[in-house]
């Protein structure tokens, strides 16, 4: 995708540049595959919250899906990189969200906010990240088994499937970067991360399921010298 495709996310809680870093460089090493550039966020202060940019293109403003079915696929190489402390830090997709703020909620897939850190999908909202925790604190909704070391990039996938009764489901994949190039990905599911049912009734996640919404990528920060980067983000949407 190219820059015009992408608009920044907007809101009160939005960090600006002057906080937070971003944009595209070939100074740091690419995923398996990868090309000369990676985009990376650097905090240059120690001021809390989050940005990010939103797919900006027909069909995704939101993203249409018909009513009886659909949904949409965001994936990713993403890195939490060698940074000024261990935590206090979080990148991450979005997809479902129902604005373009980052204080919208959305699904959020990324890497948490920990050392070791692990791969989660969270229902919450996009200006507070992916926050430490297990499955059902902090709207944590699945969790991988596995956990990662900072500068270890990860290839990840998530799919919003739309069911006609209402029903979302939640299906969460990864790359492995050693064996498969981020351009010929081989999708698995991630260990401990199968399958989410965020129902109709809003029982299994404690709300009402989000059936459209913006996709994207985003990063939260409370530390200074915090840095994410991402690499081959694609977008897809799902039709019956």
């Known amino acids: 995708m190219?820059?015009?495709?992408?608009?920044?996310?907007?809101?009160?809680?939005a960090l600006d540049t002057a906080n937070l870093a971003r944009g595209v460089s070939n100074g740091f090493t690419p995923p398996n595959g990868g090309g000369n550039f990676v985009f990376g966020f650097n905090s240059k202060t120690t001021a809390i919250g989050a940005a990010g940019l939103?797919?900006?293109?027909?069909?995704?403003?939101?993203?249409?899906?018909?009513?009886?079915?659909?949904?949409a696929t965001i994936r990713a190489a993403i890195k939490r990189g060698v940074s000024g402390g261990e935590t206090d830090f979080a990148p991450f997709l979005f997809i479902g969200a129902g604005g373009t703020n980052v204080d919208d909620?959305?699904?959020?897939?990324?890497l948490q906010d920990d050392d070791p850190h692990r791969i989660v999908l969270?229902?919450?909202?996009?200006?507070?990240?992916v926050p430490a925790g297990v499955v059902g604190v902090n709207g944590i909704l699945m969790c991988s088994t596995a956990s990662y070391s900072n500068d270890t990039w990860l290839h990840v996938r998530i799919d919003m499937i739309v069911n006609g009764t209402?029903?979302?489901i939640l299906q969460c994949f990864e790359n492995d970067l050693t064996a498969?190039?981020?351009t010929a990905p081989a999708w698995t599911a991630i260990d401990g991360m199968t399958e989410f049912v965020d129902d109709s009734l809003g029982v299994n996640s404690g709300s009402a399921p989000f059936t459209s919404g913006y996709a994207g990528f985003a990063f939260y920060t409370a530390g200074q010298s915090r840095r994410g980067f991402f690499d081959h983000v694609e977008i897809a949407r799902q039709l019956p």
């Open 122 to 129: 969270r229902k919450g909202s996009i200006i507070t990240g």
């Open 166 to 168: 209402g029903d979302v």
């Open 105 to 110: 909620q959305a699904y959020l897939l990324g």
């Open 180 to 182: 498969n190039a981020v």
């Open 54 to 71: 939103y797919i900006d293109q027909a069909d995704f403003t939101p993203i249409q899906t018909p009513a009886s079915a659909g949904g």
């Open 2 to 13: 190219a820059e015009a495709d992408w608009s920044v996310l907007g809101g009160a809680g």
